[in-house]
Nanobody
């Protein structure tokens, strides 16, 4: 069974930084696309960033230049470094694993990020 476990969420003031991690329990990690999505209260889940096995990245316009997605194949772990955080970044952040073309099949449980203004 594939498990994705997020960590690193928390509370930070606007302008601050947080780092998220997503540990995958599967060797599928090395051959699948991965990404971060987020869902704010009353809103739909939205793409934050994705990364392919080859390291190609894609970012939502709202986070480009502030967030950085990366992955460590030795640790089966994906990361999201979030800088210059804004109140509108407040959401539950989910990591996903699967295919960018057909959608992520596996999801983590989510981690809360709260940015105060």
């Amino acid at each position: 069974q594939v498990q994705l476990v997020e960590s690193g969420g928390g509370f930070v003031q606007a302008g601050g930084s947080l780092g998220l991690s997503c540990a995958a329990s599967t060797t599928m990690f090395v051959i699948n696309d991965m990404g971060w999505y987020r869902q704010a209260p009353g809103k739909q889940r939205e793409l934050v960033a994705t990364i392919t096995p080859g390291g190609n990245t894609n970012y939502a316009g709202s986070v480009k230049g502030r967030f950085t997605i990366s992955r460590d194949y030795a640790k089966n772990t994906m990361y999201l470094q979030m800088n210059s955080l804004k109140a509108e970044d407040t959401a539950v952040y989910y990591c996903g694993l699967g295919s960018l073309g057909s959608g992520f099949r596996y999801w983590g449980q989510g981690t809360q990020v709260t940015v105060s203004s």
